[in-house]
Structures are given as C-alpha cells and as structure tokens.
T-cell receptor, first 114, second 112 residues
Framework: GAVVSQHPSRVICKSGTSVKIECRSL??????MFWYRQFPKQSLMLMAT?????????EQGVEKDKFLINHASLTLSTLTVTSAHPEDSSFYIC??????????FGEGSRLTVL | QKEVEQNSGPLSVPEGAIASLNCTYS??????FFWYRQYSGKSPELIMF????GDKEDGRFTAQLNKASQYVSLLIRDSQPSDSATYLC????????????FGDGTTLTVKP
C-alpha cells in the first residue's frame, strides 16, 4: 500500500517555541492531506485539510494562526505549532488519500511542551 | 449526540472467540464507512471499508452495514492476542475516505 511518512516521531520543546512537523507521501501524489490531533484515550480530531497550492481549510475552533499549515508540493505538507504551550501537547497525525481514495496515515508525532 | 458513536468498552474476549464492535452514526447522508485499528502509541491502519448494505468479509474480519438503522459493525472471528488494539469507526459523506468523522474508538483486549 501507499506510504505516508511523518517526522519527527517525538519532539519535546519549551513553552513559547515553535515546532514543525512534516508529512510526506512517499510513493504517490497527494493534493490533499489531513491533520489530526489525538489526546490520550480519545479519537482523532480533524484539525485542518491541507490543500496543495492553496490555503488550508481549518475546522471550527482550530486557530489558523497558531497551527500553520503549508502544502508546498504534491508530496509534502507541514504543520507548525507556533508559540507552543503545555496544552498543545498531543499526538499529531497526518493522512493522505491515494488515487483510489484510500486514506493512509503517517506514523504520528508526539509533541510534549514543557 | 455525537456524529459517530461506538461502544464505550473496553471489550475483553478470550482467544479464539468472536469480537463484535458496534458503531452508529447520525447523518443519513453518509456514504462510506471505515474500520481502523490503532495500536497504542501508533497511527490508525485501515482494516476494512464498506459502502453497501449487508456484509463484507475479508479473512477473519466481517463488516456489516445497515443504513436504515444507521449502524455499522465489525466482527473479528478467531480473535488473537495480536488483535488487541483500539478500533475506530469512521464515517464519510463521500465515496472516499477523505474527510471522515471518527468515533472515539473501542478498546479490545484478547486474552490468551
């Protein structure tokens, strides 16, 4: 099946700093990618839809200025958590549908903000 | 009411038994339904998808869809300890998985 790679898998940062997470589709082109956040023992919450060559579409309640999304190419989307705070600590996951529409998930990135 | 609801769990079954995971959804316009398995600390992986009413079988897994009742289930036959994970039900308005709405998941434990 298709492969989506996410990096870094774990990141620890200080409060107030920014963190960038990358999501790459390795063997297919993805015009759309999705970013989720998952808190412990909870389900995936869609944060935003990343669109190649245009602005991301954010879900209600998600601050677009805090969670910056860039989809500069057909294989790469990035999520930058700006001015991170401890409450931003979570498991961030990306996904991308391949040409058949099947959704493939990245490995996830566990962010800890001290 | 949540858009996608699953058994709160946790669900525990002995090895070799049938595990039954249930999911209901609120939007009658939903067209595609997915079951994902998520191991602790890992990302979800697709187990099965179903679009039409009835049963769909793939190995030890059977997905069942009843659109009139807005109900979708996943049966795991001959459960193995390696099946122990959280199972997420996802529902989509379109034909593709794209922007799916996820349930909170049911945690399954298969005891040897």
């Amino acid at each position: 099946g298709a492969v989506v790679s996410q990096h870094p898998s774990r990141v620890i940062c200080k409060s107030g700093t920014s963190v960038k997470i990358e999501c790459r589709s390795l063997d297919f082109q993805a015009t759309t990618m999705f970013w989720y956040r998952q808190f412990p023992k909870q389900s995936l919450m869609l944060m935003a839809t990343s669109n190649e060559g245009s602005k991301a579409t954010y879900e209600q309640g998600v601050e677009k200025d805090k969670f910056l999304i860039n989809h500069a190419s057909l294989t790469l989307s990035t999520l930058t958590v700006t001015s991170a705070h401890p409450e931003d600590s979570s498991f961030y996951i990306c996904s991308a549908p391949d040409q058949t529409g099947e959704l493939f998930f990245g490995e996830g990135s566990r962010l800890t903000v001290l | 009411q949540k858009e996608v609801e699953q058994n709160s769990g946790p669900l525990s079954v002995p090895e070799g038994a049938i595990a039954s995971l249930n999911c209901t959804y609120s939007d009658r316009g939903s067209q595609s339904f997915f079951w994902y398995r998520q191991y602790s600390g890992k990302s979800p992986e697709l187990i099965m998808f179903i679009y039409s009413n009835g049963d769909k079988e793939d190995g030890r897994f059977t997905a069942q869809l009843n659109k009139a009742s807005q109900y979708v289930s996943l049966l795991i036959r001959d459960s193995q300890p390696s099946d122990s994970a959280t199972y997420l039900c996802a529902v989509n308005m379109g034909a593709n998985a794209g922007k799916s709405t996820f349930g909170d998941g049911t945690t399954l434990t298969v005891k040897p």
